[in-house]
Antibody
Framework: EVQLVESGGGLVQPGGSLRLSCAAS????????MTWVRQAPGKGLEWVAN????????YYVDSVKGRFTVSKDNDKNSLDLQMNSLRVEDTAVYYC?????????????WGQGTLVTVSS | DIQMTQSPSSLSTSVGDRVTITCRAS??????LNWYRQKPGKAPQLLIY???TLQSGAPSRFSGSGSGTEFTLTISSLQPEDFATYYC?????????FGQGTTLEIK
């Protein structure tokens, strides 16, 4: 069974940093692109970043470029999101998801999410 | 970046109704279009990918169509568990943007 478990969320002050992790199990982690998606309270889904199977390609939404870094450790079956210079508008539930290598590159498995709150 | 626009934003419906949700892209995304359902407090679930392919395990009452810039998700007969929010997502070019969502409410 595919499992994705996020951790690392919490309360942080504006300008601070946080590192989210996503522990993967039940599939060959090294064979999949992975994605981070966030959802601000009461709002819609926002795609944040993704990373290629071997970590050689990474893409980000403009609002987090230069502040967030996605990384993938295929030996530890772990996906990370390093978030620096956090802003109030980064407050959201952050989901990690697995992307299938089929047309559409859909995210077919999702974690339960971890809440990040940026507030003074 | 590609902008995705869904309509309607919300819809009051009843169990057994046939429902169609539209998603429009600001530029062609070919058939790189996915649909998700999100129940309150839960993670999204993949329903349809590549515009019209039903995800394994998704109910057959869900169907998708379209290409280029206009797409539709149809639910043939609404079930109680379908009162949720639906999102389209383009995966033609990063960032893989989502629509703003369509919420189905019980009439």
């Amino acid at each position: 069974e595919v499992q994705l478990v996020e951790s690392g969320g919490g309360l942080v002050q504006p300008g601070g940093s946080l590192r989210l992790s996503c522990a993967a199990s039940g599939f060959t982690f090294s064979a999949y692109w992975m994605t981070w998606v966030r959802q601000a309270p009461g709002k819609g889904l926002e795609w944040v970043a993704n990373i290629k199977e071997d970590g050689s390609e990474k893409y980000y939404v403009d609002s987090v470029k230069g502040r967030f870094t996605v990384s993938k450790d295929n030996d530890k079956n772990s996906l990370d999101l390093q978030m620096n210079s956090l802003r109030v508008e980064d407050t959201a539930v952050y989901y990690c998801a697995r992307d299938r290598s089929v047309p559409g590159f859909p995210s077919d498995s999702w974690g339960q999410g971890t809440l990040v709150t940026v507030s003074s | 970046d590609i902008q995705m626009t869904q309509s309607p934003s919300s819809l009051s419906t009843s169990v057994g109704d046939r429902v169609t949700i539209t998603c429009r892209a600001s530029q062609s995304v070919s058939r790189f279009l996915n649909w998700y359902r999100q129940k309150p407090g839960k993670a999204p679930q993949l329903l349809i990918y590549a515009a019209s392919t039903l995800q394994s395990g998704a109910p057959s009452r869900f169907s998708g169509s379209g290409s280029g810039t206009e797409f539709t998700l149809t639910i043939s007969s609404l079930q109680p568990e379908d009162f949720a929010t639906y999102y389209c997502q383009q995966s033609s070019s990063a960032p893989y943007s989502f629509g703003q969502g369509t919420t189905l409410e019980i009439k």
